[in-house]
């Protein structure tokens, strides 16, 4: 009965900047064939290689039950557009559905339903991706296909015309017609300045009524190839089969010249920047959020990589559980928010938020919460963590590390997030060891160095009273977009 | 689908909460309510291993040792179709009374009991719905980490504390989630839907109680609701992990060890079914309408069970490839997710079809669902559809038990509901069993196409 909104926190995101599968490096023939494919396995039990055209493959066997997942990663999403086709990567995940040379519009779908599988895809702001669950002796048939549709695509006017209409309805359940949500999509779009972190992923209403079949025809070109595309299979499989088959279906591609997007970073903030967002609503909701690197901006940066790690703990000392710190004063200490929460997803391309949210409680105002959350940062910037809290933190990523081996589909989830987003899949091994190693220093002094207020944004849901004849704003949206 | 893809590499071990980012496609949700559990052949379901406790709980194990985790699901029959058992209904009782039970413990308060669980990585969950309340714990195996989470469960579930300040900032909360829920159509939408299709039914009651009902609630009414329903003959327990039998023996007795026996919840009333359609528009200032339809759907159990599934499966039940998503969205566009499902429950539960479109394609949207249905009732499904949904239910079963978490699921409703134990292996059979015959048959006795719900929630400017 605790009254968090149900959602994960993840913000995904990837530049492909000069990773050297992204080129378009022709074949040394001159080499061994097998060199070509040299499989390594990693302590996790992850086998990746890369085909001769630069698409990468990862494999992750586990024979708890006999089923497979199948994802194929593309390095393109809402922050690779530009103004005016904003909602594009997502417009063309829906249409990747809609017949290629070989398969009429759904066919793939039916197929995949006619053997027993799911199959969805999703779009980030720095990825997207397309995925199979099925029987594991199923998995040649969405191997077949999912490349059939990688170069084969047929974009035909009259789908579009349909599909179009279907994502603006998407848009308007998820976001127009959700208080919170629109909320979140003003609060990014004024939080980043020139980062292209504040498109909305599905788009704004206006770009998606302008939008061209001839739009989603040169993304494709431009973005879906071998070389910017991992292949993820996890579960129940024969790591050489898997490997045989990605050869087979995948390798006779040829690669294309990936021009990666232009920088677009973020520049430094200078103050604080604060919006309101008035519509119909009944409860207020605030939203904070303070400019922090990711793990890819600093991967080179080896004085101060680890910050990320500190701030993964900090984000769980502030909100890793009912004990944690936001719960403890402000929901049940000082009973001014029903709901407080922080996050951090260091899995992006660029730069990011850490953020807050929270609703006050009845007789409290959101100004008060707001000053509640930064008594709460101060007292960090203060004082270090207890070694228990931190402990706590420790224990559940521990814990974690064990109970997501339960779910096929998360650890690919995992891979295919770290590979696309540009910071390589091999961090993930690293990762219980470098939480491990944070201490309650590092904790207070990235407090102290990242949660400024001159890098603060601030959103609030301003509720106006609810009557038919109050329409709400209509154009906005924000999160992940499934098809 | 993807609603289930809690993608955070971050520690939570509770699910983490921006509304923002994450997002799912969350067509397929709406099904796994409805339907749980197919076979086949091919394919062996894990072998369930059943027993009772001394003082009366029924215990369904199923061993897993591939990883060294260990999954407790406790369950109760006391869900919000209990609220109305007191002289006087108050809805949100039973959530309250859940909720109240980590909120003060054994002489531990809220915040300690989080500790205590947080320390040793293991995970608590609780909740109750309309037919179940319950409590879980996921925990390493190593009894370093399990024995002090398990211990913690058992006090937080026998010696809670029922304290009255916690009891006053909980209710608080759930008064301003009651409020949340009416800035949301869909909330909106179906609460009426609930509200108009049961009537006096406890089913009618929405399980967060509602602004009127909070008002009245004391503290005295969770106790006394606990001590009915929180008893050892009223309790499922779901154990999945690295057990051995004895050790999940020990796990289950010493769970419920100071739980009085107590009886079991008594029978639901019966549910009577509209006699006529009835169709109710609330205005609200969305961009969409959001509709409900449906009619009194069926129990778990129902004799007419797997022709139904099969017929939903077909009608809009399987997301892509439905008749439902077919018509509506992919040969008209006029929304991103349209389904259907029966809800299966301990007392009949409700069929409904839903969709959300754009306020000015209301009509167009109402007519489509509207004949569709009606063929689909006077026809039934097309012999390829049928066979299409056999294949899909045949062939995706592993899919359905491919990780611990899904197999405790399944543990708790197969003993929440009294299936029998080959439920699961015999699942696949059952739909094969299934002819176009039979379910043209069930779909005519069942389905009232002329006697239908309709709830829309949007603007009718």
Sequence with gaps: ?????????????????????????????????????????????????????????????????????????????????????????????HMMFKGTKNLKAGEFSDIIAANGGSENAFTGKDYTAYFQRIASDRLELCLRNEADRMRNLQLNEAEFKKEIEVIKEERRSRTDDNPTSLTYERFNAAAFINSSYQQPIIGWMEDLDSMQLSDLSAWYQTWYAPNNATLVVAGDVDVQQVKAWAEKYFGVFKPSKIIPPKPRREVPQMGERRITVKVPAKVPYLLMGYKVPVLKTLINDEKNIDDIYALEVLAGVLDGGQSSRLTKTLVREKEIASSAGAGYDPYARQQTLFLFDGSPRDGHSVKELESAIKKQITEIQNTAPSTAELDRVKAQVMASSVYEKDSVFYQAMQLGTLETVGVGWQKKDEYLKKIQQVTPQEVQAVAKKYLIDDSLTVAILDPQPINANSPRASRTAGGRHAR | MLDKLLVTFLTKSKKHKHPLKYVGANLFAPVLAACILFSNNAFASPEIQHWKTQNGAAVYFVPSNDLPMVDVRIVFDAGSARDTENKKALSGTALMTNGLLAEGAAGDNAQRLAEKFEAVGAAFGNGALKDMAWLSVRSLRDDKYLQPALIN????????????????????????????????????????????????????????????????LKLKHLKTFYKKYYVANNAVIAIVGQLTTDEAKKVAADLVADLSAGEHAKPLPAVKALTEAKTIHIDFPSRQSTVLMGQVGMARGDADYYALYLANHAFGGSGFGSRLMEEVREKRGLAYSTYSYFSLMRAAGPFQIGLKTRNDQLDEALKIIREELNKYITNGPHKDELQDSLKNITGGFPLRIDSNKKIAEYLSVIGFYNLPLDYLDAFVGQVNAQTKVKVDDALKRRMHADKMLTVIVGSKG
């Design chain 1, 1 to 93: 009965m605790k009254l968090k909104r149900i959602g994960a926190a993840i913000a995904l995101s990837g530049l492909l900047m000069g990773m050297a599968a992204c080129q378009t490096n022709p074949v040394n023939k001159s080499a061994a064939p097998n060199s070509e494919f040299k499989t390594r396995v990693s302590q996790s039990g992850v086998h990746s290689f890369t085909l001769s055209n630069g698409m990468k493959v990862l494999i992750k066997p586990d024979h708890r039950s006999p089923v497979v997942v199948s994802q194929v990663w593309y390095k393109v999403g809402g922050s690779y557009e530009y103004a005016g086709v904003t909602g594009v990567s997502h417009a063309l995940e």
């Design chain 2, 153 to 216: 469960l058992k006090n937080i579930l026998s010696f809670p504390d029922f304290n009255e300040s916690a009891f006053k900032r909980e209710l608080e909360r759930l008064k301003i989630s009651v409020k949340a829920g009416k800035q949301s159509p869909g909330n909106i939408a179906s609460l009426r839907f609930f509200k108009e299709l049961y009537g006096s039914h406890p089913y009618a009651q929405p399980s967060s109680g509602t602004e009127e009902s909070l008002q009245q």
